[in-house]
């Protein structure tokens, strides 16, 4: 079990006029290997809960243990857990400083007192694994384009080699070309290296289409927990909450409704075509 959260609360301004209760008795398990998305709308508490994941905020109270410890305890080692749980922020290329890509991307492994050879290996290994051609390695990263400052960005967090990638709405801002490229890279990176990945997402489209399992933050709280089949299922529940699911989602209960023998649990465009398609061939 990489990270289990136990009765985790976190309150912002504790003790203040300002004081917000951001995270309420927070409960979840995120196995290994695991490709989970979480949603929510503005201010429901996923960012907070992500920055919790490798201690970057305090719990108030409660519990994070990462493989068995409990990472609040005296003495633990957060760098450590820092290299383990790697966290790409929204916008991550504004963090780009470096002068060129490749010297970016060595600079994680680098600070942690690895051999040049062996931080060397680790850059070329993650910006291979994020689709950067060798061309662009001796480059500036302000010359590339955002979606290659991205992939630049998250190369960077990939060389410390986590076990655990959380990434905070990694396509903001991209264009639908670019937002496809990213996420088809990190689902390769999820399969062939076989780490836990954690997206945060305001694209139902693509929760539905990547990952295995949704957890909905509703004020602090989760909302649900479920597979992407069942989460969308209480699509008038997202509702209720700014939340939405998947257009597929609505097409396809709105062809229940008139009589057709479609799956009204397709969540992507592809499950739907061959639900439809099967429908067709049933009344022919």
């Excluded at 695991?34 to 809960?49: A, C, D, M, N, P």
């Excluded at 509702?239 to 009589?259: F, R």
């Excluded at 439809?276 to 049933?282: E, G, N, S, V």
């Amino acid at each position: 079990m990489a990270i289990r959260i136990e009765h985790l609360n976190y309150v912002y301004s504790e003790g203040t006029a300002f004081e917000k209760h951001a995270l309420k008795d927070i409960n979840l398990e995120l196995p290994d290997g695991q490709f989970i998305g979480v949603i929510g709308h503005t201010g429901s508490g996923k960012s907070t809960l992500i920055q919790h994941l490798n201690g970057l905020l305090k719990g108030t109270s409660g519990a994070i243990y990462y493989n068995g410890k409990n990472i609040y305890e005296e003495g633990y080692d957060l760098r450590t857990l820092r290299s383990k749980v790697g966290l790409v922020f929204q916008y991550p290329e504004h963090q780009l400083f470096e002068v060129d890509v490749f010297s970016d991307v060595c600079f994680g492994p680098k600070n942690l007192g690895l051999p040049k050879e062996e931080v060397e290996r680790r850059a070329k290994e993650a910006l291979r694994l994020v689709g950067l051609k060798e061309k662009h390695y001796r480059k500036s990263p302000f010359e590339l384009s955002g979606g290659q400052k991205r992939r630049v960005a998250i190369a960077g967090i990939l060389a410390m080699e986590p076990d655990v990638l959380v990434l905070d709405e990694p396509t903001a801002g991209l264009d639908p070309k670019g937002r496809d490229e990213i996420l088809d890279q990190v689902a390769l990176l999820h399969k062939e290296k076989h780490i836990t990945v954690v997206l945060v997402s305001h694209s139902m489209e693509d929760v539905a289409r990547y990952v295995e399992r949704i957890i909905v933050m509703n004020k602090g709280q989760v909302m649900f927990d479920d597979t992407p089949q069942q989460v969308f299922q209480h699509y008038r529940e997202l509702e209720s909450v700014g939340l939405a699911a998947p257009q597929v989602t609505y097409l396809m209960h709105d062809l229940k409704e008139k009589g057709w023998n479609v799956d009204p649990q397709a969540t992507t465009v592809e499950e739907a075509a061959e639900s439809i398609f099967a429908a067709l061939h049933k009344k022919a």
